[in-house]
C-alpha cells in the first residue's frame, strides 16, 4: 500500500520532469518567457499542445543564426570571358541582376533551415486550419511526400510571413522573412563571391548536393553539409519566398542601406535553388519571382524565417 501511495506522488511529479523544455540557446528564463507567451496567446489549447508550440518556438530560436552586419556589392559582376579579352560574361543567365550594386546591411538573424512540415502543419493546426492537400495525404502511395523534415508547402506569401510574424511573437523577437539582400549576403557567406552556397563553393553531387537520384523531388532539410556559415539548403531543395516585392530594374535604383525591396509591386522576390533545376539557375544570386497567391499549394516554394 505504501508503494502504491509513494508512486501516485511521484506521478505528477514525473510528468512535470517529462515536460521540461531545454534549449541550446536560451536561458530558463527566456524559455519560461515563451511557455508564458504561448499560454497567453492560446488559452484555448491543451497544456500538451501548448508544450508542443513552445517546444516549436524554442527550435525556431536554437536554429537561428545570427549574421554580423557588413557591406557587398551586390547582384551578379561581371569579367572578361577570357584574359585580356574586351568582352565580359556574366555569371548566371539572369538580367535582373546585372547590376551590381554596393549594400550595406545591419546585423540580423536568419534560420539555419527551411521551415519544416511538421512545423507548419503545427501552426496551421493551431491556427485552425486544415491540413492542405488532404487528397494526396490520404494516399498511401503519396506518404513520401509529407515526411516531417521535408520543407513546408507554401500557396501564398502572407502565410509564410504571418507563421514567421507568429514565431516573432511567441519568442519576443522581430520575426519575418529575410529581406532579398539579407537572404543573398547570408548565402554567399557574408558577402564573399561565392555563386553556390554549398559547403565549398562548388557543386559536388551526392556529396554536398542533391544526386541525379534525388533530382524532381525535394528532401529533408539538412541532409548536405552547410554552406560555411551554417546555413543549409540555400542552393537547391525548394525556392523560398523572401521578404521584397519584385522589379526587374529594382538593383539599379535600390536603397544602399538595408534595402527591403520597392514599395509595391505585383510580384513577390523568391531566392533559392530548387533540386530540379539546373546548375546554372541554382545560385546565390539568382532570382525568381512569382504571384504572392496562388491557386495551389507547392511543395517546391517553400520559406525559411528571419529576424530583423
Known sequence: ????????????????????????????????????RVRQAHPELSSSKQHEVAELVIRAMDNMVFIEGGSFMMGDSSEPCEPGSKRVCWKDYDTDNNHT??????GYSISRFETTMRDFDLYREVMGKEPYAQDLRAREDRQYLFQPNLPAWTKTWAEAQAYCQWIGELSGTDGNLPTEAQWEYAARERGQDILHATSNGEIDPGENYPSSEERDKTIPVGSYPPNGIGLY???????????DWYSEDYYAKSETKDPKGPDNGTLKVLRGGMSASSFGANTTIHRESRKPKRQHYSRLLGFRCGSW
Open 1 to 36: 500500500m505504501k508503494a502504491l501511495t509513494l508512486l501516485l506522488l511521484l506521478i505528477p511529479l514525473l510528468s512535470c520532469t517529462s515536460q521540461t523544455l531545454t534549449s541550446e540557446s536560451l536561458s530558463r528564463a527566456e524559455i519560461e518567457a515563451i511557455q508564458e
Open 101 to 106: 550594386h554596393k549594400v550595406t546591411l545591419s
Open 233 to 243: 539548403d540555400m542552393n537547391y531543395n525548394v525556392s523560398e519566398w523572401v521578404y
